[in-house]
């Protein structure tokens, strides 16, 4: 029982643990999904301004291309900056669930604690008064035998 708080305190934070490895991953995806888009958009641009060199008229289509990639990259870039609101939201959700379990952790030690020495004190008492049972006990013993002695 003793042994119980800390071992729920440590599985609350190998939980942890586990929800910050998973955010951070979130947040590699996000970035790698970020760093993907600006490459696109690079890619793309260069695509369009040598389509522009070699092609006048076709400069038209490859802009709305262009365009219309963009819009692509900029809503992905969109639903990253949004999950990246949830993935924090979610971080902070765990870290005042963790601070409320280790405060009843604590409440929970300290009662254990107050318990127990109220029951080292109990077992004090009862050792004194057995000892002074005893002694009494044997002052009677005593004294009977001496009186059938005489």
Known sequence: ????????????????????????????????????????????????????????????????????RADTVERSANAAIEQAAKVNDRLIAVEANQAQNFAASERFQNGALQRLDRMQDSIILMSNAIAALTATLQAEKDKESRSNSR
């Open 1 to 68: 029982m003793v042994l119980a708080l800390p071992t729920i305190a440590f599985i609350a934070w190998l939980g942890g643990q586990w929800l910050d490895q998973r955010f951070n991953q979130q947040d590699a995806k996000i970035v790698a999904q970020s760093i993907a888009s600006t490459n696109q958009n690079t890619l793309i641009t260069a695509r369009i301004e040598s389509t522009e060199r070699t092609t006048g008229a076709r400069v038209e289509t490859v802009e709305r291309s262009a365009s219309a």
